[in-house]
């Protein structure tokens, strides 16, 4: 215990980084991952999962979703059979740093509220928790990737605008000859010049910054001590606006610069992250040139890859990726794949939240050696809420699929993800694919489910992302068909479940972990679109969606239709008047398909000229593989 103490002695007192060498307990880093595209991803958040130990049940309050519910480590590795059940091999898993506990009567239960960078929530556990957690996924296969912030620490301290020395929310104006401005000093809004100081006079230069001390709620200065330096901050305020910045707003360019397109993205890499997160200043400009701020990036990435050695992560899933600059990224994610490469983890994953549709901004954090791949949010808005949960026009799913061939990096990261064979997967290959998760209602809380456990569009809506190519990503409490609005509704308790595994939705995850499990095309296969349509009426193909994937090193060939109609059947050729064409498939003729999702559309003989006319059921999906291919359920 000598080497643990005089660790944590450095963190709080010295303000540097513990060596997880001197942490009793910690052993050598582990490689768990073959190929990241044989996993399937469950994000959990730990204050909901599971409640293994009342004893850091503080100040919860189960009446309301925005306070902690009592959640921790113990209660993932009290579950760990439920996640095996449902056929998991790698959960997310939510910040695990110390946060502000609660901020304006809302809690920090999620994690994004950074105090110290280097030591545990304690209404998660202790370290020790936090290893036996990991170590328990390992053993049971499962694979644990962290959730990590960089953009920007918890609301640790206020602008002191009229430097009285306290926290005050003023009133600035008079009404008359200039408007009347509400400001508080913990979340004033954006300004380009950083916020200034006030007094009656006037401006009075650059606001100064007063660090909060309130202990019991662990808001107080951040740890490391380094993070204490006032010059690691942007110091410019709330971004009220990211871009793109909205349409149809007056030109007047006031100090938010709202209707400014640069100004708005620079309100979207510098300003503080709404609720008064404090922005950190992860690049600086000399001589016009943007670069890397040296030493904020290099404390940020001792302290994270300081998590990798204490706990054996396998990969980071990084928040608020289009916030930071990208060269913060090209200096980070190297450096971290550096450090797992001298320590002997192989296969380390870093994967980014860019909330945005345009797949020009997400995909450009793939290259240059940023991130490995980001989650699939264009396809998010593009293809399943557009088309799939609103049947539109299958065509999208298509057009999605082109952006995602030239708008991500075709390029492998150096000691980046490899496959089984050693050779680099680029982010195309990498994207992860979701229905939702923490920052939008559920998929079901606007097309909910239709009871007796039917969930079609649901389950169509979960069969495509298990079987497109790229990583799924099930957010918990999906498959107990959990149907919550935004944050904090979309964050329900899941053992308040009694973790069901007997549901149909349940049920329905598990065969398609199976499914993707047993047939290589559908982890590792090329794509290529047999059938898409325009037509969303009651032409003879409205609806239809159909795509092979091919895996060249097993030979193994799938083939995916759905039909997303909800109003009729639907079949795989063209109306009479568009020449009834049917769909050419990349199966010989001849060769007889079964349905591994089911009887309906049943068993199909591929024709003598290649094609095939499958009619499809309303909202159904058929898996089509080579009868007596191995793996066939």
Known sequence: MKTLALSLLCALALGCTPDPSQIDGSGPLTSNVTDWRDEIVYQLLVDRFGDGDVNNDVNINPSAL????????????????????????????????????TDANVDGYHGYWTQDFVHTNPHFGDLATLRRMVNALHAAGIKVILDIVTNHIGQLFYYDINNNGVPDDNV???GDQSPVTRVTEYDPDYDPNGIQGMTSLGGSGLAPIRWIYDPAIHRMPPVPEAFQNTDWYNRRGRAVHFDPYPAGCNYNNPPNCICDAACARDQTLHGDFPGGLKDLKTAITVNGQTMVNQPVADALIQAYTYWIGAADFDAFRIDTLKHVEHEFWQYFCPAVRQYCKQNGKKNFFMFGESFDGSDDLDGSYTMNQEVDSVFFFPQKFAVIDRVIKQGGPTTGIE???????????????????????GN?????????NFLDNHDVPRFAFDKPCTGQGN????????A??????????VYYGTEQEFAGGNDPENRERLWDTN???????????????????????????????????DRVAGERDAGIFAFERFDSASGERALIVMN???AHPSTTQAPDAQGAAKMKVGFAPGTALSNALGDDPGDQIVAPDGTLAITVPPRGTAVYIAAGTPGMM
């Open 564 to 566: 997303v109609n909800e």
């Open 464 to 473: 495509f992302i298990f079987t497109e190519a790229g990583i799924p990503c």
């Open 455 to 462: 969930c079609p569009a649901l389950w169509q809506a979960l």
């Open 399 to 421: 057009q999605q699929w082109m952006a995602r061939q030239t708008k991500y990096s075709s390029m492998p990261n150096p000691d980046g993800p490899v496959d089984a064979n």
């Open 499 to 533: 973790y069901d595994v007997s549901g149909n939705t349940f049920l329905w995850v598990r065969r398609l972990t199976d499914l993707r499990k047993a047939h290589p095309a559908l982890r590792h296969g090329d794509t290529t679109v047999r059938w898409s349509t």
């Open 172 to 174: 600035y104006g008079s």
């Open 66 to 101: 925005a306070r902690y519910q009592g959640g921790d480590w113990q209660g993932v590795i009290d579950h760990i059979d439920y996640l095996k059940a449902l056929g998991i091999t790698a959960v997310w898993v939510s910040p695990v740093v110390r946060n502000v506990d």
């Open 424 to 432: 680099g997967l680029d982010a195309q290959q990498l994207l992860v």
